[in-house]
């Protein structure tokens, strides 16, 4: 039972914000472990995420246009102040059911309560300062990278690096889409149902639910229909998957009484799309690095009636010589930046170049394992969730270079102005 609610949401928020700050928390894992603390339901709830997830997704613009009205540099703040003034600024900017004046009594109170109070009066006068001059404040150089950061919040060196990879229209493009509500996608289990089955059962009770544009086994739900309400996915008939995935899954071509390897499969999506093109037949070997997240694959293939899963820990950048030659196919869904998913992981506009950088050569380790598993005549798909072409293109281009026994059949990178995550994966043949 969840402990009784002792704290009001701006202030769990608040709260939330400070430990994601100080202990670099994912905010999906704060706010799950938040909700479930303080027992929130109903408005509180959907006040607490929109509060705890818009801060972190807008931070930016929001140091952006704290630091013009701060009397101190920001970096020069105590952490949990600086965390309370934006949490101020975002209501007042975005939230338009809070009052200004309440954004500013009710963030003010916080502070007073705090082992801040002393710095009360600072954030009174910045945030009153900006509900004076929003909307007014100067931006960044029209043209320049922290225009682009600051008006999408995102990283200034991701923004560089969509405009030298897909020019200013494209990026604004993809930056528009990821501050965008993403759109909540199903893949049905055909193991237990069809699409059209399911699509009618969703629509008699009420769900507006749309077919996928070009995967034929997708369902888009209506933004306004609560994912944790669906009996369907409880009883196992279809699981949240983006479209993209779903694509990528039925490029690798698996079919019924084959070997197919997913090298990093966790939490599991594309192995059960995978046991699903199967038609639950042959043999589906299902590894991720950490033992630990194995369950999570145990425990969603026997909700979905999946009998073939193989689930094991395994280094897939080392590759096993016992199973060179062994898969009819294998999917090398990498390890990755994330920056085709930034609309749904809002901790991702943060995500330091350095970081970024070190992914290459894990990947394309990851992708000669695969290759090394696979069986002459195979297919092997190399995939990622990222719109970084040093992660994906030049990844690929970098194994087929020592790699002559393979060819390049086809590849695609997909966007979030297209409604699907941004996306990309590549499929290759071996002679």
């Known amino acids: 039972m969840p402990e009784p609610k002792t704290i009001t949401p701006r202030e769990a928020a608040w709260q939330s914000l400070i430990r994601c700050a100080s ?57 949990p102040v600086l965390s309370l003034l934006e949490l101020g600024a975002y209501q007042i900017l975005y939230a338009d059911a809070v009052p200004d004046h309440a954004a500013v009594s009710e963030t ?11 710095a009360s009066g600072f954030v009174n006068a910045v945030l009153r300062n900006l509900i004076r001059k929003k909307g ?18 995102v990283a200034p060196w991701i923004v560089s690096l969509f405009r030298n990879a897909y020019g200013d229209e494209k990026t604004r493009a993809i930056l528009s889409a990821f501050l965008a509500e993403p759109p909540i996608t199903l893949r049905v289990n055909t193991l237990k149902t069809t699409r059209d089955a399911l699509l009618a059962d969703l629509r008699r009770a009420g769900i507006g639910a749309e077919p996928t544009k070009a995967s034929p086994v997708g369902i888009v739900l209506p933004d306004s229909v ?15 998957q983006d479209e993209a995935s779903q694509l990528c899954v039925s ?16 939490p599991g999506g594309k192995s059960f799309g995978l046991a699903m093109e199967m038609e639950n037949e042959g043999f589906l070997r299902s590894t991720d690095l950490h033992e630990s997240k194995c369950s999570l694959l ?23 010589p016992a199973l060179f030659e062994t898969a009819d196919r294998v999917l090398c869904d990498v390890p990755c930046s994330g920056l085709g998913v930034i609309g749904k992981k809002p901790d991702l506009r943060h995500k330091k170049k350095e970081e970024a950088d070190r992914l290459p ?39 087929l270079a020592s790699a002559p026994r393979f060819s390049l059949v086809s590849d695609r990178t997909l966007f979030p102005d297209g409604g699907t995550d941004g996306f990309y994966y590549a499929v290759l043949h071996k002679v």
């Open 108 to 118: 003010v109170e916080l502070c007073k309560k705090s082992h801040f109070k002393s």
């Open 251 to 266: 490029a690798l071509g698996a079919k019924k009484g084959e070997t197919v390897y997913d090298l990093c499969a966790c």
């Open 298 to 320: 145990v425990s969603g293939a026997e909700r979905l009636g999946i009998g073939i899963l193989h689930a094991a820990a395994s280094d897939s950048s080392k590759p096993d």
């Open 136 to 153: 007014t404040l100067p931006l960044p150089a029209e043209g320049t990278d922290e225009r682009f950061s600051v008006e999408y919040s």
């Open 361 to 399: 050569p894990i990947q394309l380790a990851i992708l000669r394992t695969g290759a090394d598993y696979l069986k002459a005549g195979g297919t092997l798909v190399y995939s990622t969730c990222t719109l970084n072409p040093a992660e994906n293109r030049s990844v690929v281009e970098a194994f």
């Open 226 to 240: 609560p994912v944790s309400s669906l009996t369907a996915l409880s009883d196992g008939l279809c699981f949240v």
């Open 23 to 79: 202990a670099d928390k994912f905010a999906n894992l704060e706010t799950d472990a938040a909700l479930k603390k303080y027992g929130f339901q109903g408005s509180d709830r959907a006040f607490y995420v929109r509060l705890t997830y818009g801060v972190i997704e807008r931070k930016f613009t929001l140091d952006c246009y704290l630091s013009l009205l701060s009397s101190k540099p920001l970096e020069k703040l105590d952490p």
